[in-house]
């Protein structure tokens, strides 16, 4: 079981918004601004798409958006697209491991 | 461009070992911090092992340490794992990751800017 809890899936149409959760607990996400998301799309590299909490790297789209409240971390993605289908992961840095802790994944369909 | 490559994958009996390696290209591989990320089958991504940019700080996750030794070569843009005694619950992709930002006095690995394609460990008799 993953040290953090993401929903398995999630999925909208080209064009609206969706959020994913990411929920841990008091000693990683609840205590920490050091939480990241990655793009994953199944036979390439993973992507860093947002890093503290919020912050996006260069070249990343302002499509996607990040926030936190309590032990729960949140990736929006806005205006979906086609390419947006990829699974997502949450990691946090914790106090409870030299590295970090990832969720399980949510697997984005894009209808 | 940043590359990173893995190698040295395949298939191992419970118990035996093996070691992957990563060869790196398109950057100062000495100046960053390095690590393993792996994910099984229909699981999450889990760290495995980070590793200084000199080789002198190493970080292991508890499933792995003991079994597992992280190492890099610098002078070859190389980085490699060996990992012994390796049981069913290894099985999985393994990725070559450059971390970009590591916090704390432990060394904790925050970020990584690039990964591998993945190199796949099956560990079954």
Known sequence: ?????????????????????????SSD????????????????????????????PSGVSNRFSGSKSGNTASLTISGLQAEDEADYYCTSYTSSSTLGVFGGGTKLTVL | QVQLV????????????????CAASGFTFSAYYMGWIRQAPGK???????????GSFTN???SVKGRFTISRDNAKNS?????????AEDS???????????TGAANVPLE?????????????S
């Open chain 2, 112 to 124: 990584t800017d690039y990964w591998g394609q993945g190199a796949l460990l099956t560990v079954s």
């Open chain 2, 6 to 21: 893995e190698s040295g994958g395949g298939l191992v009996k419970p118990g035996g070992s093996l070691r992957l390696s």
């Open chain 2, 79 to 87: 980085l490699s794992l060996q990992m012994n005694s390796l049981r």
């Open chain 1, 1 to 25: 079981q993953s040290a953090l809890t993401q929903p398995a899936s999630v999925s909208g149409s080209p064009g609206q918004s969706i959020t994913i959760s990411c929920t841990g607990t």
């Open chain 2, 44 to 54: 999450g991504l889990e760290w495995v092992s980070s590793i200084s940019g000199a």
């Open chain 2, 92 to 102: 999985a992709v393994y990725y070559c990751a450059r971390v970009s930002r590591i």
């Open chain 1, 29 to 56: 996400v609840g205590a920490y601004d050091f939480v990241s998301w990655y793009q994953h799309h199944p036979g390439k590299a993973p992507k860093l798409m947002i890093y503290d909490v919020s912050s996006r």
């Open chain 2, 60 to 62: 292991y996750a508890d």
